[in-house]
């Protein structure tokens, strides 16, 4: 099955370095102008994800996670919006390229996985149909033959019974099936790069257990790579190897899944971990919420675009949280671990004012320092 | 399925059955023996004793109950009618029987025969062209939303709509027909004789129809459309690869003409039921410009009836066809 049926215009031809990871973005800004004025959706977003690799965007409603990954396959509307940096795909530059090349790369070397499959499937067309239109898109098959591969791939996400199944309409389908369908849609074309938009959000927590575990092995059997758009950081431990926590449209945080899990040295990291309820810890652990809500796009705060919210703005001497946009550099834990943040001493905080009040069963009771191994936990099991 | 359409066709026949009522009671209580009467005074002076119009009454029915004489007409619509009298001549009336026209002399169902093809013809040719001119017109404005194109097309609906039909179809007919002679002859040419010479007779009708009509078919079609262009599904298609033109008419247009045909349904019934003006304007000799004439002194009654029953009918027909096709026309929607 090649994949390769997109051409590259000859205009752009860069040889794809096969070291290279399959998707740089650099520098990615995208505003939307409105009648109210500019939105700044994503603001200087760089990140890479390599074959058989997974990256973890994770941030709340807002925070330019999908707005990041939509621009990734280009369908934003270039007339409503604005963009400038670089997505290089294969060594390939996306932002500017013209819409017939895009079309090409769409659901073909790059597909994606919509958050809620009961509104991402035409109601009106089976199953069958929407999965083969996108094989016979990239694919010169017959009708016939592209029926073939759909129940083959709904075969393969675990639809009993795919060939009677996909002459099913979505709303015959169930959540967790309908999600697996969409999963088989984007799949058909055997993608290199996978972009799943929330993909377990509107299902129950058995079945996002089996889509996780099924995005999982699909992963290793192609070895795509894979972008995990979520704000359910349990879905990140699962499956991300690198993670990126988003705020009001830039990062604020990025490194390895298990570093930014057990040592994240952003308050708004620390306010994410702090808000997920957890039945198996200890009743004394609380659930925080993160105060206010997320920062208004047109007019964003200035300084860190989270001082309005951020309770450790006085550790910071001068006023700096509100003046200054802080840089996303390393921290103390070396340089596969980005913050953004002017806190100078964010490890000690976290252990000493953080951790006590969400997860109490991580500190030591005699001296009340973080329990070294504890703190390390295993990522799977955050 | 099916028993919902049996359920359907009954209470469909119910609500024909309970209008030819009303319209049968209505016109029988408001005139009463005035058919009688009428007759009497035109035997001339002198003529018409009280036992003469007695005789007139008993002829006519008049001497019998409402319920008696609902009874004669509607048993007349299923086995016909040996014996009618108009005007005191006695006509035979087969079964479909709604009378006797006193325009003509025939039996009404002859002539609401004679004047239908007019009418349909109209009426499938007009109504062809407003929905595929809208539809069209609708989608594009849905795909430029927001350009000068789709300003236009907004704007000139709303001065479409707020011109009166007649004066559209009038200025077309005086211009067009009249003037420049580019349409020289309207009206309705047998269809089954010159296949050619009715399209280019029908022609000027149709465009009137289509494009005063096509405005508020575009501008329903723009705002379902512009509703589906944010539908996730179309996000999906998108991120597939498809290419906008598909996008734009199989997923799309897919989803949002539902709604349009519903209504479509409905105006066509309307169009079926005849265009009095259109056929009056073009001189089209069609069922809407037959029931105008009949309402003429002295009303002709069975006439007027037939053309209330027919278009109660086709209303009826209409929405019974609309709600099977939903149906079909959405998977979601199962009417078991």
């Not at chain 1, 369908?181 to 055997?190: G, S």
């Not at chain 1, 500190?363 to 936990?377: H, K």
């Not at chain 2, 919902?4 to 609500?15: D, E």
């Not at chain 2, 989608?139 to 479409?160: C, E, K, M, N, P």
């Amino acid at each position: 099955m090649s994949t390769d049926t997109f051409e590259r215009p000859s205009d752009m031809a860069a040889p794809a370095n096969p070291d290279d990871p399959f998707l740089i973005v650099e520098d990615l800004t995208v505003k939307f102008p409105t009648h109210d004025g500019l939105v700044q959706a994503v603001t200087d977003l760089s990140y890479t994800v390599e074959r058989g690799k997974t990256l973890g965007i994770v941030g709340e409603s807002g925070s330019g996670k999908s707005v990041s990954s939509m621009a990734v396959l280009g369908l934003h509307d270039p007339k409503h919006t604005r963009l400038s940096g670089s997505i290089r795909v294969n060594g390939q530059e996306v932002i500017g390229a013209p819409e017939d090349h895009m079309r090409k790369i769409r659901g073909n070397s790059i597909a994606m996985i919509f958050q809620d499959a009961l509104t991402a499937l035409h109601p009106f067309y089976t199953i069958g149909d929407q999965i083969s239109e996108g094989y016979r898109i990239h694919h010169r098959v017959s009708k016939s033959d592209a029926k073939k591969r759909a129940i083959e791939m709904l075969d393969r996400v675990g639809i009993p019974q795919a060939n009677r199944r996909v002459d099913d309409y979505p709303h015959q389908f169930s959540g967790g099936m309908r999600q697996r369908a969409m999963i088989a849609m984007a799949l058909v074309n055997d993608p290199q790069l996978l972009i799943a938009d929330e993909p377990t959000t509107a299902l129950d927590v058995t079945v996002q257990a089996q889509i996780l575990d099924l995005l999982q092995d699909l992963q290793r059997e192609f070895n795509s790579a894979v972008i995990i758009i979520t704000h359910d950081l349990g879905v990140v431990a699962e499956l991300a190897d690198t993670t990126m926590v988003m705020y009001g449209g830039r990062a604020v945080e990025y490194g390895a899944t298990r570093e930014i899990l057990t040592h994240p040295e952003m308050p708004y990291s620390w306010g994410l971990l702090g808000s997920i309820p957890d039945v198996s810890t200890d009743a004394e652990a609380r659930l925080v919420p993160i105060p206010g809500n997320p920062p208004s796009l047109l007019n964003p705060p200035t300084g860190c675009s989270f001082h309005p919210r951020c309770p450790h703005v006085d550790k910071v001497p001068g006023d700096l949280c509100r003046t200054t946009l802080p840089d996303l550099t390393p921290g103390d834990r070396g340089d596969n671990h980005l913050k953004r943040c002017h806190l100078a001493n964010p490890g000690e905080i976290y252990a000493v004012e953080v951790l006590p009040e969400i997860a109490p069963d991580l500190i030591d009771p005699e001296t009340g320092e973080m329990i070294p191994e504890l703190a390390a936990v295993d990522p799977d099991e955050v | 399925m099916t028993g919902f359409i049996v359920r359907r066709i009954l209470s469909s026949i119910l609500v024909v059955i309970l209008t030819s009522m009303f319209v049968f009671v209505l016109f029988f209580k408001g005139l009463g023996d005035s058919p009688a009467v009428n007759y009497c005074e035109k035997l001339g002076p002198g003529k018409c004793t009280t036992a003469k119009l007695d005789s007139i009454k008993h002829q006519m029915g008049f001497d019998k109950s409402l319920a008696s004489n609902y009874a004669t007409w509607a048993k007349g619509i299923f086995v016909g009618r040996d014996k009618v009298y108009v005007d005191g001549k006695e006509y035979e009336c087969p079964a479909p029987c709604l009378g006797i026209s006193i325009m003509t002399g025939n039996t009404v169902t002859h002539d609401l025969k004679q004047k239908y093809p007019a009418t349909l013809t109209l009426a499938v040719g007009g109504a062809t062209m407003y929905l595929v001119l809208g539809v069209l017109l609708g989608s594009l404005a849905a795909r430029w939303r927001g350009t000068l194109a789709d300003r236009l097309l907004v704007g000139s609906s709303l001065i479409v709509s707020s011109v009166p039909f007649y004066l559209v179809a009038l200025l077309a007919w005086i211009y067009l027909s009249l003037q420049l002679k580019i349409f020289p002859e309207t009206g309705y040419y047998p269809i089954s004789e010159n296949p050619a010479k009715t399209i280019s007779w029908m022609m000027l009708p149709w465009l009137v129809i289509g494009l005063t009509n096509c405005t508020s078919y575009a501008r329903f079609t723009r705002g379902q459309m512009v509703e589906t262009l944010n539908e996730d599904y179309i996000r999906t298609a998108q991120a597939k690869g498809v290419k906008t033109n598909r996008v734009l008419f199989k997923h799309a247009l897919r989803a949002a003409i539902v709604p349009v045909i519903t209504i479509f349904g409905l105006d066509f019934a309307t169009l079926l039921a005849g265009t009095i003006f259109t056929e009056r304007i073009f001189s089209i000799d069609g069922i809407g410009n037959w029931g105008l004439t009949a309402l003429s002194t002295p009303i002709d009654i069975n006439v007027v009836s037939a053309t209330v029953l027919v278009s109660a009918i086709l209303v009826v027909v209409a929405n019974l066809l609309v709600d099977i096709l939903y149906s079909f026309l959405d998977p979601r929607v199962s009417i078991a």
